[in-house]
């Protein structure tokens, strides 16, 4: 959905975003955004560290709490 690899990190770095980023340039194979049916930027997937994705495009108040969940049951 970005287009801009600039303009993109430069806003990664002006929010200082710490957590995984992901681009896709390769328009010959299935995008990340039609992989995860994506229709808006950002969207925000929480995958634990077997690859198994726990949250899917929370935002504000309901991301901080389900983070605050997941670390708890490690």
Known sequence: MDEDLNSWTD???N???TWEQLIDHNDSRVSIAEKY???RIPLTVLIDPEGIIRAYGLRGDELISKIEMLEFSK
């Open 11 to 13: 806003q990664i770095e």
């Open 15 to 17: 929010f200082q975003l």
């Open 37 to 39: 049916g994506a229709s």
